[in-house]
């Protein structure tokens, strides 16, 4: 039932700019926090930035300058704007939404299949 679907990735020169877009298939008002992921090359996956449900932002501290998080509840669309981008930034981003299991008694992560960046020079 819930899916989530990415967009906006490509190739982009350092000091670019790139926004990314994940829609949603459920209201979004139904995840607990929604937010970003990225895997670079050789490394593991690592926590970008999100948005909960009553509208707080949370940033890794070395990005919180140039990315920002936001949403859009009408268009259930979470998106990831990104500035001054980074050769280092390169990698895979995966939209991740969260929520609370009734049935399980836990939370439940659900991923998009993630967009390429890649940031040249």
């Known amino acids: 039932q819930v899916q989530l679907v990415e967009s906006g990735g490509g190739l982009v020169q350092a000091g670019g700019s790139l926004r990314l877009s994940c829609a949603t298939s459920v209201s979004i008002g139904s995840f607990v926090t929604m937010g970003w992921y990225r895997q670079a090359p050789g490394r593991q996956r690592e926590f970008v930035a999100a948005v909960t449900s009553d509208g707080n932002t949370n940033y890794i501290e070395s990005l919180k300058d140039r990315f920002t998080v936001s949403r859009d509840n009408a268009k259930k669309t979470v998106y990831l704007q990104m500035n001054s981008l980074k050769r280092e930034d390169t990698g895979v981003y995966y939209c991740?939404?969260?929520?609370?299991?009734?049935?399980?008694?836990?939370?439940?992560?659900?991923w998009g299949q993630g967009t390429q960046v890649t940031v040249s020079s």
């Open positions: 991740n939404a969260r929520r609370w299991s009734g049935t399980t008694g836990n939370f439940v992560d659900y």
